[in-house]
């Protein structure tokens, strides 16, 4: 954050809030952005701002407020955040204050945050609608500070305030912009997929028969913030043997030995943006027949699944696709047996893959929108972006071939919907068997 920070992507969401609300009746937005959390005893976690609050203002404070008013004549944007304080600099850092805010991320006005709550009911008194998020949660929506300014101005009615007599979830419109992906936004996915894409060829180089899960785990994280990244975007899975079949395992603490797979689940996040890619190798360099079997099995399945990702189709058809994709390959290789009419009226697959192939990626590694808007499956769009994470996981039982015992396998990248098809911008992570065993049989030591 420096000389760098462009507001311009940021002022235009609010210019979209803004004109959005001025449509449907004018009035004011509230949007808070998360709160401090207690980790233990006098020690915080680390701060993460709100998704929503950050998404409209690339503020990264906390205790900060914005403030959207709708009105025709002066639309305008105010941010409420922490004055300067040398002291408490001294303790905690770097405080911007409202007026190098208002500043360096382009509101028309700012205000120490201990100012909302006195300002606050005069700027809603005039009975124009409401727009926030209650319910999100408790500090993030502002609950208190609305709560406070409406009875303040139902008290004043005398003095002609007028309390707002309609409420907007601000949510609705704010979900369905953060599900269409503007160009700053994809700079930035496609930068946290890079970096993750170098973490896991690092990860892939680091492991070998006799090291732990959690030796991963750490050339993971040295990845991710040596090139800059806040941390991880979620607790990285690093799942070998068995623990492959357990969908989010993070204890990441065994030892791993030849002969099994390595499942990797992990992204990073980058201002605010998350990566999530999935590959799955052989712990000693070289696929088992039936792990090479399953494994192009559910790479088939990706490939079914993003020829099935474009303009026009439905969420749900990189599913149907991976999943038609599956049942034929577990008949050929016996795991399934009986009619494949039985089998899909039944479901038995799901016992192999009990996930859906992907969810939105955005700002939360589980994005915002909704994914049956109207009671049906949304239709993608161009600038949508999604993981497509199709997998197969086989648990040790009597009616199965013990070769395929504790194979799980997910192979998963990053999509954007592009206009006629879409991009997986993670694919460039070693995928194929042939890109994998190369990979590690280069990084093993020689002996
Ligand atoms: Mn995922």
């Not at 949007?31 to 005893?41: K, L, S």
């Amino acid at each position: 954050m420096s000389t760098l920070f462009d507001p311009a992507p940021f002022r235009a969401r609010r210019a979209r809030v803004l004109e959005h609300m001025q449509k449907n009746g004018g009035g004011v937005a509230l949007v808070a952005t998360a709160p401090e959390r207690m980790r233990n005893r006098e020690t915080a976690y680390a701060y993460r701002f709100d998704s929503y609050f950050h998404y409209l203002t690339g503020f990264a404070e906390p205790q900060a407020t914005l403030v959207l008013i709708a009105d025709n004549n002066n639309p305008r944007s105010i941010l409420f955040c922490r004055e300067k304080n040398a002291e408490r600099e001294t303790w905690e850092g770097f405080r911007f204050g409202p007026e190098a805010a208002a500043a360096q991320f382009a509101f028309d006005e700012a205000y120490a945050c201990n100012e909302l709550a006195e300002r606050l009911p005069a700027l809603i008194a005039g009975g124009q609608p409401l727009w926030c998020a209650f319910g999100h949660e408790d500090e993030a929506s502002g609950f208190e500070a609305l709560c406070a300014a409406l009875i303040a101005v139902r008290r004043n009615g005398r003095a002609g305030w007028c309390a707002p007599a309609t409420l907007h979830d601000i949510r609705h419109l704010l979900d369905e912009m953060r599900l269409i992906k503007d160009e700053a936004e994809l700079a930035l996915m496609r930068r946290a997929g890079a970096i993750a894409r170098d973490a896991h060829i690092r990860a892939m180089r680091a492991t070998r028969p006799g090291r732990y899960e959690f030796e991963i785990e750490a050339e993971l994280l040295h990845a991710f913030r040596a090139a800059g990244a806040t941390g991880p975007a979620y607790t990285s899975i690093v799942a070998s043997g068995a623990n492959a079949c357990t969908l989010h395992y993070v204890a990441n603490d065994r030892q791993m030995h030849a002969g099994e797979l390595l499942l990797i689940d992990a992204g990073c996040e980058l201002e605010g943006y998350a990566s999530d890619i999935t590959r799955t190798f052989p712990v000693s360099g070289r696929f088992s027949p039936a792990q090479r079997a399953i494994y192009e099995l559910v790479l088939a399945m990706q490939h079914a699944a993003a020829r099935a990702t474009r303009p026009g189709a439905s969420f749900d058809a990189p599913h149907e696709a991976a999943v038609d994709t599956l049942i034929d390959g577990l008949m050929d290789l016996k795991l399934l047996t009986g009619s494949r009419a039985e089998i899909v009226d039944t479901k038995r697959w799901q016992r192999f893959y009990m996930h859906r192939t992907g969810h939105w990626l955005g700002r939360d590694v589980h994005d915002v929108g909704a994914y049956r808007p109207h009671d049906a499956p949304r239709t993608l769009a161009a600038g949508m972006t999604l993981t497509i994470e199709p997998g197969c996981y086989i648990r040790a039982a009597a009616d199965i071939d013990p070769a395929f015992h504790d194979i799980g396998i997910r192979i998963e990248d990053d999509a954007l919907v592009t206009p006629d098809g879409c991009q997986l911008y993670t694919a460039d992570t070693p995928k194929t068997v042939a890109e994998i065993e190369t990979l590690m049989q280069s990084a093993q030591p020689t002996s």
